[in-house]
């Protein structure tokens, strides 16, 4: 709206300044008309500058609601977490339940580098390392401890492969053993849950806890599809909504039809 009356505002404001230099420079005529054009093309380019900085901001409005929600979860997921390490008074289980958990929101909330990938690979190692050091004597074959470590290990053992093809520039490729890699690691991650939950005996409160953390464990996890959904039901499936957005589309059509004509008719998504 804002964007509009500035442009109203603009285009009155444009043509009675050159009225006025043509009414004192007759003999300028040629000149004015050449500036008016100028004129004209550089007020389009303010346009299309105005929108795409209004895009822009909307686009890092979005970013920063994702960025704090991200947060704001992870706050409430630590709470959990340190509820029910308390409850359970740090057992061994359930500390390698959190491990890895946050070996995995590692790049959701600080990105892929360096640092957050040897955490991410070490983490889970260490924790599959002891499990195997400390049961292996006695009650490695018990279920709760093989239910475990064997998805753990499966998922170390098939992320070797992920990390050796990193050098192949094969995007697709890469692309699939990242997303197998995240569904099993997710599987891994949902095996533990059951295991700490109802194989160890704990008080129920910490069992609770710990669900309540996976589900917030799992909204981290989703954050950008969330994100993503919320946005389509804004704009699909709230119809006073969509309306407004036609409307508005209308008007823009109108403008840009000039200024960008490969934009008049978007292709589908």
């Not at 409430?76 to 977490?81: F, G, K, N, R």
């Not at 292996?136 to 492969?161: C, E, G, M, Y």
């Not at 609770?208 to 464990?217: F, G, I, K, P």
Request: glycine fraction near 2%; include cysteine.
């Amino acid at each position: 709206m804002a964007a509009a009356a500035a442009a109203a505002a603009n285009a009155s404001h444009h043509p009675h300044s050159h009225h006025h230099h043509h009414h004192h420079h007759l003999h300028h005529q040629s000149s004015s008309s050449h500036s008016s054009q100028w004129s004209s093309t550089r007020y389009h380019q303010h346009l299309v500058q105005q929108q795409q900085q209004q895009q822009s901001a909307t686009l890092r409005m979005g970013k920063y609601a994702l960025f704090i929600t991200l947060w704001v979860l992870y706050f409430v997921s630590v709470l959990l977490m340190l509820g029910d390490l308390l409850l359970t008074e740090f057992n061994i289980y359930v500390l390698g339940f959190y491990a890895l958990t946050n070996a995995t929101l590692l790049y959701r909330l600080f990105g892929v580098c360096w640092y957050t990938v040897i955490l991410h690979g070490s983490i889970p190692l260490a924790v599959l390392i002891f499990m195997i050091v400390v049961h292996w004597f006695d009650d490695l074959k018990t279920f709760l401890v093989s239910s475990i470590v064997i998805p753990l290990a499966i998922q170390t053992l098939l992320a070797i492969p992920l990390v050796l093809l990193r050098c192949r520039r094969d995007c697709n490729l890469q692309a699939l053993l990242t997303g197998i890699h995240a569904h099993l690691g997710l599987m891994v991650i949902i095996v533990y849950f059951w295991s700490a939950c109802f194989l160890l005996r704990r008080y129920i409160a910490a069992a609770l806890l710990c669900m309540l953390y996976m589900l917030v464990y799992l909204a981290i996890i989703l954050t950008p599809h969330l994100y993503g959904i919320t946005r389509q039901l804004f704009t699909k499936y709230m119809p006073k909504f969509k309306r407004k957005v036609k409307k508005s589309k209308k008007d823009k059509k109108k403008k840009n039809a000039k200024i960008y004509p490969e934009q008049t008719n978007p292709s589908r998504n």
